[in-house]
């Protein structure tokens, strides 16, 4: 936030004069609004309604950062996405829609998966950064890169009723690894097998804006040094105070390392539709200029469902569908076969197909299993 905010235009005045009529908001916290950055990572069930709130109450700079595309299980509680979204980027509908809802603001779509290489660019320059993960290996990325950084970050996690949230300001309160240390992904439940409910995230996603509101218009959050414990079963709020780990090897240290966290470039996902789910992304950052790629897959007969900016998405077999992302990662579904390894082993011949063979990238670039 410079030092001289811009003020609301006559349009943007009418626009937020219910929010602005609030003691805890005013015209004054609507200018701060306006001339704060607030970054919400994850454009899933949770990242969706959270950049929905934040798009409409007048954050003026929203980055939002994804790697997926839409399935028809999103559509259940990722209200920003519909039938003709399906096989899309995330973030590339996403922006759109926002911006549809809000043209006073910016709207930053960054469509790459959240690694050690581009972290710290990711949160930098930001007021604040949301909550809209599921992964807590990403999380404690988040937490180290926030933390170096100086920039709050508000953790809220939902699973079946159940959802919590604390709000993490650097050096002040305990950071993320003080309260949840040492969880490792493939060991925690996912939404696909044990379920979620639309109704859980709408709250602790309300809970997090709320938070980040406090946080960009210079009030006190409520969840600095705390945890919020809700579970909608019981319709349950518990506030429980946290402290610091004496010795935490994380927020102790002059600078948090990142070096130490696992890097993956080649995943399975939940399966979606039936079919086994994959994304790949290359060892080093690239930047694929869709337009050749899109010339090629028609030179070659294949049908291009999708081309956007940020991501195109084609048929190549009756087997495998895929989706390539300007940022190299490629989400590649295929139909399940006989053969539990074969899915994952022509996922990689299909990706350096299309990087090596293709566009031209080293080999070096290609991920393996
Ligand atoms: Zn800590």
């Known amino acids: 936030m410079g030092n001289v905010l811009e003020e609301l235009t006559d349009i943007e005045f009418e626009y937020y004069s219910r929010q602005i009529a609030l003691d805890e908001i005013g015209y004054s916290g609507q200018v701060q609004l306006k001339n704060s950055k607030a970054c919400v990572l994850g454009c899933g069930g949770l990242g969706v309604p959270t950049m929905l709130k934040l798009t409409a109450m007048g954050v003026g700079h929203l980055r939002i950062v994804d790697r997926d595309i839409i399935s028809i299980s999103d559509l259940h509680r990722q209200y920003l996405y519909d039938f003709e979204s399906i096989g899309k980027p995330k973030v590339e509908v996403a922006s759109e829609k926002l911006r549809r809802l809000n043209p006073n603001i910016e709207v930053e779509p960054i469509a790459e998966p959240i690694m050690k290489r581009n972290i710290e660019e990711i949160v930098d320059g930001v007021n604040v950064v949301l909550d809209g993960l599921d992964s807590m290996e990403t999380r404690y990325l988040i937490n180290r890169a926030c933390l170096n950084l100086g920039v709050p970050y508000i953790f809220a996690g939902v699973i079946r009723t ?15 690894e003080c309260l949840f240390p040492g969880f490792v992904d493939s ?56 402290t610091k780990q004496e010795g935490c090897a994380v927020c102790s240290s002059q600078r948090a390392q990142l070096t130490d966290m696992p890097e993956r470039y080649f995943e399975e996902e939940c399966a979606r539709d039936g079919r086994r789910t994959f994304v790949l992304t290359p060892r080093v950052r690239v930047d694929v200029d869709l337009d050749r ?19 195109v998405s084609f048929i190549y077999s009756d087997f495998l569908a895929a989706s390539l992302l300007k940022s190299g990662t490629m989400i590649v579904q295929a139909a399940p076969t006989r053969d539990p390894g074969a899915s994952g082993d022509e996922t990689i011949a299909l990706y350096k197909l299309v990087m090596v063979d293709w566009l031209g990238y080293p080999p070096e670039i290609v991920p393996s299993m």
């Open 162 to 176: 159940i959802a919590n949230a604390s709000t993490i300001i650097p050096r002040k309160t305990p950071c993320l």
């Open 187 to 242: 060991s925690m439940p996912k939404c696909s097998l044990v379920g979620v409910h639309p109704a859980a995230i709408g709250v602790i996603s309300s809970v997090q804006v709320s938070e980040a509101v406090r946080i960009l218009t210079g009030r006190t959050p409520k969840l600095a040094g705390k945890i919020l414990l809700f579970d909608l079963e019981d319709l349950s709020f518990e506030k429980i105070d946290v």
């Open 293 to 311: 790629l899109v010339e090629m897959l028609e030179g070659k007969g294949m049908k291009v469902r999708f081309k956007g900016k940020l991501g």
